[in-house]
């Protein structure tokens, strides 16, 4: 069975940071392109980035500077520190797998269950 387990989320003020963990089971973790996607209150859901099994980094562009993502292929654990946080990064944050090891042309197949970030003053 394919599971994936986030953690991390928690309630920070503004600037704050957080280091989110997705711990995943049940496939070859290294061969697959992962994602953190988002889902603020009342809103849609929002990719926030990706890391191909070959390690090639993308990010949202709300993001960029602000949050890394890596993965520790040896745990099949996936991560994402955020710092600086604002009020706008508020949301319910998922770990997602690809179908594939690039991400392109593909879906999301599998998802957690979500961690709760909230940034709030």
């Known amino acids: 069975e394919v599971q994936l387990v986030e953690s991390g989320g928690g309630l920070v003020q503004p600037g704050g940071s957080l280091r989110l963990s997705c711990a995943a089971s049940?496939?070859?973790?290294?061969?697959?392109?992962m994602n953190w996607v988002r889902q603020a209150p009342g809103k849609g859901l929002e990719w926030v980035s990706s890391?191909?099994?070959?390690?090639?980094?993308v990010y949202v562009d709300s993001v960029k500077g602000r949050f890394t993502i890596s993965r520790d292929n040896a745990k099949s654990t996936l991560y994402l520190q955020l710092n600086n946080l604002k009020p706008e990064d508020t949301a319910m944050y998922y770990c997602?797998?690809?179908?594939?090891?690039?991400?392109?042309?593909?879906?999301?197949?599998?998802w957690g269950q979500g961690t709760l970030v909230t940034a709030s003053s």
């Open positions: 049940g496939f070859t973790f290294s061969s697959y392109a």
């Open positions: 890391i191909q099994s070959r390690g090639k980094i």
């Open positions: 997602a797998k690809a179908s594939n090891g690039e991400g392109e042309d593909g879906y999301f197949e599998v």
